[in-house]
């Protein structure tokens, strides 16, 4: 009776029973694929998207989540050494007293990521900010700095030049020849005690605003490490161009809205789960808007209070509908699983980090789960945290898939909110191998 609330529908667990004479009793290994999960749609409450090396800009309507809207707002700061090192904004001895001003350019690196219809131009502005961003803070989604309504620059482009954007070679990224007086402003700071100072430097420039008309019907990412801002002048004893770059190494962030009104998400509250049984027995996770997953796990106190059981092997299962994905709506490429508080915000552990749940309990070692396009799914290894669980190691109000970005150089993750992939999942599967000494 105690094992039979553990399962959720009418098919039996496989068990199979090993004599254990020299411990005496015996080991029962049991295989379920049956545990119930209670599975929700959850909005968070803060969800960051500063700091990050790549943003989003864009305007579409997804047909299944409804209308998104995205900008990314960019300090222009001084030359970098190394990231967040910064170099005065100098001349070169041989050039001092010789330079004449040129011109100022923008230019723009695509990362890759593309969602609505790309078959559609793409107009993308470029706003100066009229207010400069607070030293040290944390920017999320519903975060906006005030910028000049008439943009600096402006250009309409396919989805090819998108793709030639995706490039280190400077002739292929997207060029935006910003106003003269732009560029004689930032010129005339050049040996300055404002221009070898990082937070003069941003307070007098300030920054840009990339933004798109609500008449676009997609959005593109910028890798905003990957740009850049390009300062030139020529000396009067040569007429070759020279340059200085500068760069947008410091804050930014992208403003993410969404409009739900209308779709399957209308009542999505902030931090109130909304039950998979109202929303067509399907979940969700839309990256940047802060929409992810919330699973609960009801039955599994029963293993918990059965004591002298191992779990030998636990899988963690979602799968995406893909009779929801038409068109350009591809579903993010990684995603991880996050520990909840009982207000169902995100856990952190007792260092003010995120509380991944790990592949390895005894490493740590933090874990991502990639999406398999042959098994239209992505696994999590869920030994570990199980095996802490039932033992007793570990308490869980809840976990949440996120979207996620590995970073292969740490061998860390974090929630990555700087896109708009979004999933719909139609099935959440929990396999375990376990075994119980009697």
């Known amino acids: 009776m105690l094992f039979s609330a553990f399962f ?10 090993i004599d254990t004479p020299s411990t005496g009793g015996q080991i029962t290994t049991i295989f379920t694929d049956t545990v119930k999960i209670n599975a929700s749609t959850l909005m968070l409450d803060s969800t960051f998207t500063s700091g990050q090396s ?48 040129d011109s ?14 790309t078959t559609k131009n793409y107009n993308l502005q470029l706003h100066r900010l009229n207010e400069d961003f607070v030293k040290s803070k944390r920017y999320t989604k519903d975060d906006v700095l005030s910028y000049n309504s008439t943009p600096l620059a ?8 998108l793709k030639r954007a995706y490039s280190a070679t400077q002739d292929s990224l997207l060029i935006f020849k910003l106003p003269n007086e732009v560029g004689q402003q930032i010129y005339d700071l050049v040996g300055t005690d404002t221009g070898a100072d990082i937070d003069k430097f941003t307070a ?16 593109f990412g910028i890798s905003v490490s990957g740009s850049y801002v390009q300062l030139y002048y020529h000396t009067t004893n040569s007429t070759d161009r020279k340059s200085i770059p500068l760069t947008f190494y410091s804050q930014r962030f992208s403003q993410i809205q969404g409009k739900k009104q209308g779709t399957i998400l209308q009542n999505l509250q902030l931090l109130q789960p909304l039950s998979s049984s109202l929303t067509n027995n399907r979940t969700f996770v839309q990256s940047g808007l802060g929409i992810v ?17 191992t779990i030998n092997k636990a899988e963690l299962i979602f799968e995406p509908d893909l009779d929801q994905v038409s068109g350009n709506y591809k579903t993010p490429k990684e995603v991880a699983l996050v520990q909840l508080e009982s207000t169902n915000q995100i856990k952190k552990t007792t260092s003010n980090l995120i509380d991944f749940v790990a592949l390895d309990g005894l490493s740590g070692t933090q874990y991502v789960a990639d999406y398999n396009a042959t098994t239209n799914s992505y696994t999590f290894n869920f ?12 308490t869980t109000k ?14 860390t993750i974090s929630i990555y909110n700087s896109d708009v992939s979004r999933m719909v999942i139609k099935n959440i599967k929990l396999n375990v191998y376990y075994s119980i000494k009697k």
């Open 8 to 17: 959720f529908s009418c098919q039996d667990p496989i068990g199979i029973v």
């Open 383 to 394: 030994t570990s945290f199980l095996q802490d669980f039932v033992t007793n190691k570990l």
């Open 154 to 161: 402006s250009k309409t482009f396919t989805y090819k030049d």
């Open 54 to 101: 790549s943003a989003v800009v864009g305007h579409y309507i997804d047909p299944v989540l409804g209308e998104v809207t995205a900008k990314t707002f960019a300090q222009i700061t001084l030359p970098v050494l190394s990231t967040e090192t910064f170099t005065s904004l100098v001349f070169p001895d041989a050039d001092k007293g010789l330079t004449v001003y």
């Open 398 to 411: 809840g976990i949440a898939l996120v979207p996620s970005l590995l970073n292969t150089t740490t061998s």
């Open 204 to 219: 007098a420039i300030k920054g840009l605003a990339f933004v798109t008309d609500q008449n676009s019907e997609n959005a």
């Open 104 to 117: 100022i350019y923008v230019y723009v690196a695509h990362n890759g990521f593309a969602y609505g219809d």
């Open 293 to 309: 997953t919330k699973l609960d796990f009801p039955t599994l106190a029963v293993l918990q209070k059965a004591g002298n059981v």
